[in-house]
């Protein structure tokens, strides 16, 4: 396998009355990624295109078994994988570019099928282990896994009207050679100009395009003619799996679902908040904050250079150097209606951080009974 990878694209011509789904940066989660197959009806009658980032940062043993998963799933005709940047680990970790970033995914990120390799084989990694010996064992181990990797294309054309991409392409007719340009594209649905035909991309999750509300749902960008569907699963807190539909290839109808894995409750009353002046969504980064007050497991806090306050459960504050960061934050609470659903990402005190219709938010906790609560 080259480290180098030459953008493979791949031109289909499928039936026109069929229904289509788009799903991408499952990242290893193969509960929720079988849950969505199940969630949308997926059958032999619809074709399934899967963006990318399968795998890596899933819980213990799940990114290898999505991917064994996903290379039986792939068999079928109607369903087609394609490459993502964390796809990639087997190309540009496994052989590693150097001994530092073999050992930044195997002991600082874990979440990473090279430490479900190292269960396989029975492999301890250390700081201090042979790591030629251990891609060895993999390599002759499982060729297989390689092989999938490989052959998965980086650009799919269908009917010469829709372009899938795991990144984004700034211009179709002149498409980067190296697929890594392709793979990881941030910021592509911000910064890209005008598609002359349908793009449907993931890698960036749609929540970080966003300073107002926390929305992890797809955006439909009809100016600039781009579909960015990553739900940020297992990446954003409250991140989800975006199923996007599109009804067939004669009515260009798009419609999405998502699911996600948090535990869900049915609102039990009306609750309403005002709305802020302003709308405010911190996303990720180096954040710095002013830290104004206290209330049990919630700081209320101002980003410097701004005049808007929000409240931010305590772990998702940092200090650094007498400094304060926060990496995940909403100024949003979510006025609801009885026996409206909602999925409750943490529950705190006072406050609880929800999810509604893809808006992450808060509500007062409460308003959630714990016998009422379902996984």
């Given at each position: 396998m080259n480290k180098e990878k030459e953008t493979k694209i791949l031109y289909l011509s499928i039936p026109t009355d069929r229904r289509i789904l788009f799903m991408s940066d499952i990242h290893g989660d193969i509960k929720l990624f079988q849950q969505a197959l199940d969630h949308v009806h997926f059958s032999d009658r619809d074709y399934l295109f899967v963006l990318g980032d399968m795998i890596e940062k899933g819980d213990y043993l799940d990114n290898i078994a999505m991917l064994d998963f996903i290379i039986k799933l792939n068999q079928k005709p109607n369903v087609y994988f394609m490459s993502g940047n964390c796809d990639e680990v087997f190309r540009f970790i496994l052989p590693p570019l150097d001994k530092d970033e073999f050992l930044y995914y195997a002991l600082d990120k874990q979440k990473s099928i090279i430490n479900d390799l190292a269960y396989r084989l029975n492999y301890t990694l250390s700081e201090d282990m042979d790591i030629e010996d251990f891609?060895?064992?993999?390599?002759?181990?499982?060729?297989?896994?390689?092989?999938?990797?490989?052959?998965?294309?980086?650009?799919?054309?269908?009917?010469?009207?829709?372009?899938?991409?795991?990144?984004?392409?700034?211009?179709?007719?002149?498409?980067?050679?190296?697929?890594?340009?392709?793979?990881?594209?941030?910021?592509?649905?911000?910064?890209?100009?005008?598609?002359?035909?349908?793009?449907?991309?993931?890698?960036?999750?749609?929540?970080?395009?966003?300073?107002?509300?926390?929305?992890?749902?797809?955006?439909?960008?009809?100016?600039k003619n781009i579909i960015s569907i990553d739900g940020g699963n297992n990446i954003v807190k409250g991140g989800q799996i975006n199923i996007v539909m599109l009804d067939n290839l004669q009515k260009m109808n798009f419609s999405f679902e998502c699911v996600d894995h948090y535990p869900k409750y049915k609102i039990t009353e009306n609750i309403y908040y005002d709305h802020p002046k302003n709308l405010f969504n911190i996303c990720f980064g180096k954040n710095e904050v002013n830290i104004i007050s206290k209330d049990l497991d919630f700081y209320l806090i101002q980003p410097i250079?701004?005049?808007?306050?929000?409240?931010?459960?305590?772990?998702?504050?940092?200090?650094?150097?007498?400094?304060?960061?926060?990496?995940?934050?909403?100024?949003?609470?979510?006025?609801?209606?009885?026996?409206?659903?909602?999925?409750?990402?943490?529950?705190?005190?006072?406050?609880?951080?929800?999810?509604?219709?893809?808006v992450i938010g808060l509500i007062e906790s409460k308003y959630i009974y714990e016998d009422l609560l379902s996984s």
């Open positions: 891609i060895q064992k993999v390599q002759q181990s499982y060729p297989q896994y390689y092989e999938f990797i490989d052959q998965l294309p980086d650009v799919i054309f269908i009917n010469d009207t829709l372009v899938l991409v795991h990144g984004g392409i700034e211009d179709i007719t002149q498409i980067p050679k190296q697929s890594i340009q392709v793979l990881k594209f941030d910021r592509f649905l911000e910064v890209s100009k005008p598609q002359p035909k349908t793009m449907i991309v993931g890698h960036y999750p749609t929540r970080n395009y966003r300073t107002d509300i926390a929305s992890v749902n797809p955006i439909f960008d009809r100016r250079g701004s005049e808007d306050l929000l409240w931010v459960h305590e772990e998702f504050i940092i200090k650094k150097e007498h400094k304060y960061y926060c990496y995940d934050g909403s100024n949003t609470f979510l006025s609801l209606k009885k026996g409206e659903e909602i999925s409750i990402i943490k529950k705190a005190k006072p406050y609880s951080l929800i999810k509604h219709n893809g």
